[in-house]
């Protein structure tokens, strides 16, 4: 057999060598790091691997979480892979040699909006990092209901303690794989950057990583525990059910599915606080039902304000977003096209804004529609307002974070800089990005990005002024900037709307 051996505590796994231009570096696949989903166990707390005897190939991805598709139009413009089985908790290893070295570790957590996902996409690839002297580790977690769902006899936030679980995977096994368990930087987008900040929050994952890289997420993205249990609440009623985890467990996951779909529907039909409570609605972002729980133990408060209160000390932080996140979700669907200038103050007031805030974006952009107007206002009230929040929180207590945007726009059905579009760039995967990038996305900003990446997880410094007592944001990809352009708190009048709330 070709590849390499490594031993890891639970066994011996073989990989198999990958070209990257001119370098050749090694990928361990759907390696286990917790026991399989099966029956009760799917929502339970993370189990301990089985050892196996022998040797383990690990050259094909393994099982992804249980989920659905991307609905239209989103399955249009984002790659899925669903592959069923038991053992989807697994992660993958991209490294440039086993055991030669202690080399800057990066831990890929992937978005989804808690519902969908698996590190397996070919975007998400981490060959090129390895090309570049860092060990890739890209990991799946439990989503939606097995994930995320709080039911009475349940241990809550079971996605988040996937998580932590695999990064304890990291610490005791990545040294056999040639990377540094003290040198461990987290990086996800979405739902991957939500968890991150999570993670920063929680008690139990502390130790366990040293940089943090907080890609279009918030630090606010959490349910009260009352709130999640009126979302266990309808979604057991669907089914006729008790919401106990007794109630549940034996299901067929196909059947939780089925109601885990029904019931983003109606949350997004009827978006009342009253039905779903009102944490869900505004820390979920009116679309996601089930997300992480304030449960006391994994998560003991809203990130937030748990990072404020000095969780998370000691990790170096670099967040950002894309410029026009929220064109993703609004323009592909039509609704965009549809708001008018009178119908756009009373769109917007659901986000706690009035007639002065409209007055400010639209004074902002005086050629662009009333729908243009609503995309950039979403943008700041979903992302980067907290992205902000959560950067000056760290850089208040004199820590070192840094803050960027990524501002290319892609030609691809007018979405500009939208959600998503800046993952293969830093990753360095054009060559299999085309739904969102369009066919000929510049490879020098992907160099860009990507190296920026690597040099922060070798060195703690992305290479421009930290936070202080300004917002210094790097740009990425705004041509009418130049290169390695840093502008202080750009279209700062606008950021104030949503923090001044």
Request: with cysteine.
């Amino acid at each position: 057999m070709t590849g390499v051996r490594v031993t890891t505590r639970a066994g011996v796994v073989r990989g198999r060598r990958v070209s990257v231009g001119d370098s050749v570096v090694h990928a361990f696949l759907g390696i286990p790091y917790a026991g399989p989903l099966v029956g009760a166990a799917r929502f339970a707390a993370p189990s301990a691997v089985e050892p196996w005897e022998g040797e383990r190939p690990a050259t094909e991805h393994g099982p992804t979480p249980p989920q659905g598709p991307y609905p239209a139009p989103s399955s249009e413009l984002l790659p899925s892979v669903i592959v069923d089985g038991d053992e989807s908790l697994n992660l993958s290893v991209w490294t440039p040699e086993p055991g030669t070295g202690r080399l800057p570790v990066m831990v890929w957590i992937h978005g989804g909006a808690f519902t969908r996902g698996t590190h397996r996409l070919p975007t998400y690839d981490g060959a090129a990092f390895a090309r570049d002297g860092v060990v890739v580790v890209g990991i799946n977690y439990r989503l939606g209901a097995l994930g995320f769902l709080s039911l009475a006899g349940a241990p809550d936030n079971r996605g988040l303690r996937d998580q932590i679980a695999a990064l304890e995977w990291v610490r005791d096994n990545v040294a056999d794989f040639g990377g540094d368990p003290d040198q461990v930087t987290v990086f996800g987008e979405s739902a991957g950057a939500m968890s991150i900040a999570a993670l920063l929050a929680s008690p139990r994952a502390e130790g366990l990583f040293r940089r943090a890289i907080v890609q279009s997420g918030n630090a606010v993205s959490a349910s009260d525990l009352g709130d999640a249990r009126l979302v266990a609440s309808e979604f057991t009623e669907t089914l006729g059910l008790p919401p106990t985890v007794v109630g549940v467990a034996d299901l067929p996951t196909a059947e939780l599915q089925r109601a885990q779909d029904a019931l983003g529907l109606a949350l997004v039909g009827d978006p009342n606080p009253s039905r779903w409570g009102a944490s869900t609605i505004a820390r979920g972002l009116g679309v996601m039902s089930m997300f992480p729980t304030i449960d006391g133990d994994i998560l003991p408060a809203l990130p937030i304000d748990a990072i404020r209160a000095g969780a998370g000390r000691g990790v170096e932080v670099l967040a950002g977003t894309t410029r026009e996140e929220m064109r993703f979700f609004l323009v592909p669907t039509g609704l965009a096209a549809v708001v008018t200038a009178e119908m756009l103050p009373g769109i917007v007031g659901r986000l706690g804004v009035g007639a002065d805030a409209v007055a400010t974006y639209s004074r902002n952009r005086p050629d662009e529609s009333p729908g243009d107007v609503m995309c950039a206002m979403f943008t700041d009230y979903s992302f980067r307002s907290g992205t902000a929040d959560l950067v000056d929180a760290i850089a208040t207590r004199d820590q070192p974070a840094w803050q960027y945007e990524f501002a290319w726009p892609t030609p691809v059905r007018d979405l500009r800089a939208c959600h998503a579009l800046e993952l293969a760039f830093v990753f360095d995967t054009l060559n299999g990005s085309s739904q969102l990038t369009g066919p000929t996305p510049p490879q020098e900003l992907a160099d860009e990005m990507h190296s920026t990446w690597v040099r922060f997880a070798t060195t703690g410094d992305p290479g421009w002024d930290r936070v202080g007592t300004n917002r210094p944001v790097r740009t990425f990809g705004d041509a009418s900037l130049g290169a390695d352009a840093v502008v202080v708190d750009p279209r700062a009048d606008e950021l104030a709307v949503f923090r001044q709330q």
